[in-house]
């Protein structure tokens, strides 16, 4: 069974930092794309950073370039978002994703809360 679930979120001042980790089961990470995805509060689901299965190439909203770094750890089968440099609009649940088998079944976690704030 594939799920994902996110940790790391929290609060912090416009400034710092957050590292969120995505732990995968039911499925290889090295094997999938990999995404993060953002919801703000009133607004839609918004793209924040991707992660290629093979080469680890990585893909960045433009808000996030130079902010955010994504990685992949295959063996403990996580993906983590480094967050550097937080603002006051990077509030908002961040949701962790996969496009999983041959019929790309879209696969979302619970998603976990960072609240930037003073």
């Known amino acids: 069974q594939v799920q994902l679930k996110e940790s790391g979120g929290g609060l912090v001042q416009p400034g710092g930092s957050l590292r969120l980790s995505c732990a995968a089961s039911?499925?290889?990470?090295?094997?999938?794309?990999m995404r993060w995805y953002r919801q703000a509060p009133g607004k839609e689901r918004e793209f924040v950073a991707s992660?290629?299965?093979?080469?680890?190439?990585?893909n960045y909203a433009d808000s996030m370039k130079g902010r955010f770094t994504i990685s992949r750890d295959n063996a403990k089968n996580t993906v983590d978002l480094q967050m550097n440099s937080l603002k006051f609009e990077d509030t908002a649940v961040y949701y962790c994703?996969?496009?999983?088998?041959?019929?790309?079944?879209?696969?979302w976690g619970q998603g976990t809360q960072v609240t930037v704030s003073s």
């Open positions: 039911g499925f290889a990470i090295n094997s999938y794309n």
């Open positions: 992660i290629t299965s093979t080469a680890g190439s990585t």
């Open positions: 994703n996969v496009l999983y088998g041959p019929s790309r079944v879209n696969y």
